[in-house]
């Protein structure tokens, strides 16, 4: 049985460091017994435009914050392993969300622009400590996985004040019969908000059933296309259950999907989308 008290921290050093940080790693010992694994990782995607898998070598360590001692001595170890930059930086926690405080020392010390999070719930004082640390380090791109919404008590307002900071925001939610615990939203006034700030990319991975109204679609598929920027948007949505959308207009990509209980849409800029397409010949 995990320990609620448990903290995984699994680091992906950039591509040009990665021998770097393992030889560190060997060269100077550990304090103690640093729980590590070493393995290759690759990323699927499951939104459409990526059949290539991403492989990245991701370094995981585990931690207990019970043991604050050797938390620290373990965390400082590896700040002096990796140096002030690494390209990836995802956090596990336990139940115990005090966990996370362990984590600081270590984020003080190196710059990151690409920061993923599971967490099985989300309480504010989570969510206020992953914004701030998006906001201190310049992250460009977060990678949220959570279960349960329920102690969450304004996703709105987390979600664009993350808009403000990050210019890619890639959440999967499950278990919740609404999307982060939330009903009766009218979200796409919300998203079109978000888009006219600094994000350019958002996707969403859920359990919860459908995540925007027809109507709100609708107003995302009217003025998403004229806001000016690259758009890279993909949701959940069941409001096409009649047919399919399959258009360009304002130099964006229109798609929306009839299939039952599990439709989405799309809205994808077209330089990005031949992107993509010449990524898969490559294959």
């Known amino acids: 049985e995990k320990d609620p008290n448990d903290l995984q921290l699994k680091i992906v050093p950039n591509k040009s460091m990665e021998r770097v940080f393992k030889l560190r790693l060997i060269i100077h010992q550990s304090p103690f017994d640093l729980k590590q694994l070493r393995k290759q990782i690759c990323h699927y995607g499951t939104s459409p435009g990526r059949s290539a898998p991403k492989c990245e070598i991701a370094y995981i360590f585990k931690f207990n914050s019970l043991n604050a001692h050797e938390s620290a001595t373990g965390l400082k170890f590896l700040g002096e ?67 349960f919404a329920g102690y969450l008590l304004d996703p ?3 979600l664009i004040e993350l808009s403000t900071i990050v210019r890619t925001l890639d959440i999967h939610h499950a278990y919740n019969q609404h999307f982060l615990g939330v009903a009766n939203v009218e979200w796409g006034p919300i998203v079109l908000k978000m888009l006219n700030n600094k994000l350019d990319k958002f996707h969403i991975s859920s359990n919860s059933g459908e995540f925007i109204s027809k109507q709100s679609a609708d107003l995302l598929i009217e003025e998403v296309p004229k806001l000016g920027k690259k758009i890279d948007l993909f949701i959940p949505c069941n409001g096409y259950y009649e047919k399919d959308l399959d258009y360009t207009i304002h130099d964006h990509w229109v798609s929306a999907s009839s299939a039952p209980r599990c439709g989405s849409l799309r809205i994808l800029h077209t330089s990005i989308r031949e992107r993509q397409e010449r990524e898969r010949r490559t294959v």
């Open 81 to 147: 392993c990796l140096g002030r930059h690494v390209g990836k930086a995802n956090i596990l926690l336990g139940k115990e969300w005090n966990a996370i405080d362990f984590v600081d020392p270590l984020l003080r010390e190196v710059q990151f622009k690409n920061m993923t999070v599971d967490v099985r719930s989300l309480p504010r004082d989570v969510a206020n400590h992953i914004i701030s640390i998006t906001r201190t380090h310049g992250v460009d791109e977060m990678y949220l996985s959570i279960i």
């Open 156 to 158: 709105v307002e987390m």
